[in-house]
């Protein structure tokens, strides 16, 4: 069983995509399995550490050149497709699956689609057309089969995650998490009140790439990336800051941290905005917009640090939003898929 994993623009794209993977060696040992990411550094790189092949394919994302680029991308994955010969492709998303997925169509070859958040990208609204199965992160009228972690994402250890930060434990722990879009705003906030905040708490601040803060005070710590530490710090946070995309509240919710959601707007037809109406219903997230951010970023994280049993229940309805089998979920899907369809050129 051959299985071409599509995904990219983002590691929120790939690090699911692995998950699945992970699960489906266990269903069927003998499988092998392709990446095809975008050219950002950042896609690359994590593929590379995992030691997974992959291809990099430059798509076209929306333009006035879109018509001609995309012809040039069709091209590309095509010469991919023909000489890895998958039998199923697994779609996560992301601009770079859109060429990838019209060829698969165009050889009859199934595609499984997965979207995250609770509204469709662009992307996923094409490919649905073409897909055999759909699987939701979020309930809706497709296969709701919650959204993949990565592996051994709930596996931390405080004590490597003080370690690493040079935190020494004695406060909660606020950990900051913005994304590879929306890290400005939420990394402004938390400078700009970072005094304030550090009255109640230390901060755990991942910044994003090329976003790094030159801010050095007791009981503050930042990095521009997180990876094989991101779990170290999920288990040593008492709460967090995030934005609002689906797999960060995927991996908050799995490791129970109460979470302050302030979504990215007015991208990916307000995903954001509609994963965080979504996620607060149950009372584990609190949403909080940007425009209000820096008026009531202090006040929010202190009142909920002040209120342990708030903290305590937002901890149990959190995990509430989590689906621990979600990657084995969707490569059983995938194996029952192939069971039914022909094999692919």
């Not at 998950?19 to 392709?34: C, D, G, N, R, Y």
């Not at 030691?51 to 001609?68: C, M």
């Not at 509204?119 to 992160?137: F, K, P």
């Amino acid at each position: 069983m051959k299985i071409l994993f599509v995904g990219g623009g983002s590691v929120g794209h790939i690090a699911p995509a692995i998950a699945v993977w992970e699960e489906l060696k266990k269903l069927s040992p003998h499988a092998t399995a392709h990446f095809i990411c975008s050219p950002r550094p950042d896609d690359s790189a994590f593929l590379t550490k995992h030691k997974l092949p992959h291809s990099i394919l430059d798509a076209p994302r929306l333009s006035t050149l879109y018509p001609f680029r995309i012809v040039s991308a069709v091209r590309m994955a095509k010469k991919i497709i023909r000489h890895f010969k998958p039998d199923i492709v697994f779609s996560k998303g992301g601009y770079v699956s859109i060429p990838v997925c019209f060829v698969a169509k165009q050889l009859h070859i199934p595609i499984i689609l997965h979207e995250s958040d609770t509204v469709s990208g662009y992307a996923n609204r094409i490919v649905s057309h073409w897909a055999t199965s759909i699987c939701t992160g979020f309930p809706g009228k497709h296969i709701v089969t919650g959204n993949p972690l990565r592996k051994n994402i709930t596996k931390g250890s405080k004590e490597e995650g003080l370690k690493i930060s040079g935190l020494d434990g004695h406060k909660p722990i606020l950990l900051v998490i913005g994304g590879s879009q929306g890290a400005e705003a939420l990394n402004n906030a938390v400078i700009q009140n970072l005094d304030d905040l550090l009255l109640r708490c230390d901060v755990l601040h991942v910044t994003g790439r090329g976003k790094i803060s030159k801010t050095t005070k007791d009981g503050y710590y930042s990095t521009e990336f997180a990876d094989s530490e991101l779990k170290h710090f999920y288990a040593c946070s008492t709460l967090a800051l995030s934005r609002a995309g689906a797999g960060s509240i995927g991996e908050l919710s799995a490791n129970g941290i109460p979470t302050i959601l302030v979504p990215l707007r007015k991208v990916g037809h307000d995903h954001q905005y509609k994963n965080a109406v979504a996620s607060v219903k149950d009372g584990g997230c609190i949403h909080l917009e940007q425009t209000l951010l820096q008026k009531k970023l202090v006040s929010t994280v202190h009142s909920l640090i002040a209120d342990h049993k708030k903290q305590t229940a937002m901890s149990k309805k959190i995990r509430m939003l989590s689906h621990p089998d979600a990657a084995l979920q969707i490569a059983k899907i995938i194996v029952q898929s192939l069971d039914k369809a022909p094999t692919g050129e």
